[in-house]
């Protein structure tokens, strides 16, 4: 995927994160035309062109959602081309702004059927903003795991390079960058890690974690295959868990743990670093919390000053 595409998806994303139920679509169309370079960027939806900047000529590409072509993105100039992974992040945003003005022109309506379309139309609006805010969380979870990774290793780097060596390192770093950015994209599509998808729990989370040799992993227990809205949503709790153990025990050992229970997928990630006092704001890690409860599991952390922390969870089925 060209450069200019991966950054123009991540600035839509962080864009989208800044909250707001309904995004501003001259606003978008600003971010993406400066994301990737183009002398203008108009988003076409329910008919009106919400344009930035100008152009002579225009590429113009659809933008579905659902199946369903909700709007159009135009670049210039058309030597730009075709963006499809973008328009596929953009899917969810135009969809809400379309119907939030076919919503505006219901409403002015003001009959009896025009207001049970209106509140079809905002129970859908609902769905799809929730879609969004799964998205900041896969964003959070799961790409924040690599940046973390990533900053690790400049820290060594750093070091080696103060020390008179350090040049085997660049090479790994670039790496660790180029696969930062293609799961922020990848996320921000709403693809799942490809072993995720076709192997499993526990092979994505040694494929993930294993390379980084950060954790010791305990999956031997870990033997059947769940549905994948709760296999997706364990992952992301263990690798977000794994990001605030190393960030906030740094040096500590950290133990990720899952298995086959009774009750259903169950889960933990330890550590024997400083731990904290769980009365403290956030300590219930509400991100965490609500993302098991999106597939109906629950967590709990354990933890007291000096004690070490362990975040456990289990997604009955």
Known sequence: ????ERRAAEAVTSYLAQGGRTPDPQALAEVVGTAVGASGCALVVGGHRFQWGRGDSWSEQE??????????????????????????????PVAVIQLARETDQLRRAGDASARALIDDRWRA????????RGLERDLHD???HQLVALRMSLALAGHALGTGGGG?????????????ERVLVDTAAGILPEVLATEGLAAALRSELDRHGVVVLDLGELRRRYPTPVESAVYYILLEA????????????????AWDSYEGLAF?????????????????????TARAASVGGVVEVRSAPG??????GVVPI
């Open 268 to 288: 933990a990630v330890s550590d024997d670093g400083p731990g904290f006092s769980v009365a403290a704001p956030h300590a219930g890690l509400p991100n965490l």
């Open 63 to 92: 933008v579905r959602h659902g199946g369903t072509a909700c709007g159009t993105l135009a670049l210039a100039p058309e030597s730009l081309g075709q963006l499809p992974h973008l328009t596929a992040v953009l899917a969810a």
């Open 142 to 144: 799961g790409a924040q």
């Open 1 to 4: 995927m060209r450069i200019r």
């Open 168 to 180: 085997e390192h660049v090479d790994k770093l670039l790496v660790q960058l180029d696969e930062a």
């Open 125 to 132: 609006a609902a769905e799809m903003e929730s879609e969004r």
């Open 307 to 312: 004690a070490g922390t362990t975040v456990s």
């Open 242 to 257: 794994v990001n605030n153990a190393r960030k906030h025990a740094a040096g500590a050992q950290v133990t990720v743990t």
